[in-house]
């Protein structure tokens, strides 16, 4: 027996999520916008929200179950412009936009650009639980390099390295749906988000420098459960064994 076709109200609500994702587009501009003024504050503030919309579109787009009542149109697709557009575009146009590249290395963003659209053309860059390769953070590394005054070596230095590590297939935690020390991972990251979306609205306080030395400890903690994850995945835990749903540390959250 064939399904009834969406009600109109369920139509509404999925178009009101794929409408929600492309407000990341407007953000975009408005980036773009504080960029030729030169005003990082304002940069960086438009830069979280978009970030903001991208963490909380995807809950909503299953929650309404938008690929079944508009089979017809692509969120994902939608959702990987606005993404490449606010974690590798804007973020790299931004490091010689606000000083950290001079303009005659200002050619060197090309090198994480191509990079990134490469990862974003992988069929496996994302798997149910896993980033697959570097999965282009560029705007938290942009946030990092301009609040602790990075020098010009150590921009170009994390451009190369991390435009390498896209290549090299380590399975990165997805937070969202990662299993595997969930909620430690999710706990951590709230406290981070804090204090990122603090640095975001001040920039150039006093307090900023010692704050963002102070967070680097969710990205190191990221990085090493990463390592460890990516292990898990090739079963090569100390007991041998593949990730265990009943072990408390792969515990999914409640959402």
């Known amino acids: 027996m064939a399904s009834s076709p969406p009600s109109p109200q369920r139509r509404l609500a999925a178009w009101g999520v794929h409408l929600y994702t492309a407000l990341g587009l407007p953000l975009a501009f408005l980036c773009v916008q504080a960029l030729v003024d030169g005003d990082a504050a304002r940069f960086f503030v438009f830069s979280a929200l978009a970030c903001a919309v991208d963490a909380s579109d995807g809950f909503l787009a299953r929650k309404v ?3 079944e009542v508009l089979p017809g149109f692509s969120g994902r697709r939608l959702d990987d ?3 490449y557009l ?4 804007l973020p ?3 490091l010689p936009a606000l000083g950290l590249l001079p303009a005659e290395l200002a050619w060197v963003v090309v090198v994480p650009l191509m990079a990134s659209a490469y990862g974003f053309c992988q069929e496996q860059a994302k798997t149910e639980e896993s980033f697959v ?3 282009s953070y560029w705007n938290v590394l942009a946030l990092y390099l301009y609040v602790l005054g990075a020098s010009t070596q150590v921009v170009v230095g994390s451009l ?4 390498a590590l896209v290549f090299v297939p380590i399975h990165y935690v997805y937070p969202s ?3 595997f020390m969930q909620r430690t991972t999710v706990g951590l990251g709230l406290v981070w988000t804090a204090m990122v979306v603090a640095l975001s609205l001040s920039p150039h306080a006093a307090w900023a420098v010692q704050l963002g030395w102070v967070s680097l400890f969710y990205p ?9 994850h990516h292990r898990r995945v090739h079963g090569d835990d100390a007991d041998g064994d593949p990730p265990d749903p009943a072990d408390p540390a792969d515990e999914p959250l409640a959402v």
């Open 133 to 135: 390769g570097f999965p």
């Open 65 to 67: 179950g938008v690929k």
């Open 92 to 94: 790299l146009a931004a």
């Open 220 to 228: 190191a903690y990221y990085v090493g459960l990463s390592l460890v």
């Open 81 to 83: 412009i606005v993404d």
């Open 86 to 89: 606010h974690f590798v575009c």
């Open 177 to 179: 749906r990662t299993r």
């Open 160 to 163: 190369l390295v991390l435009s």
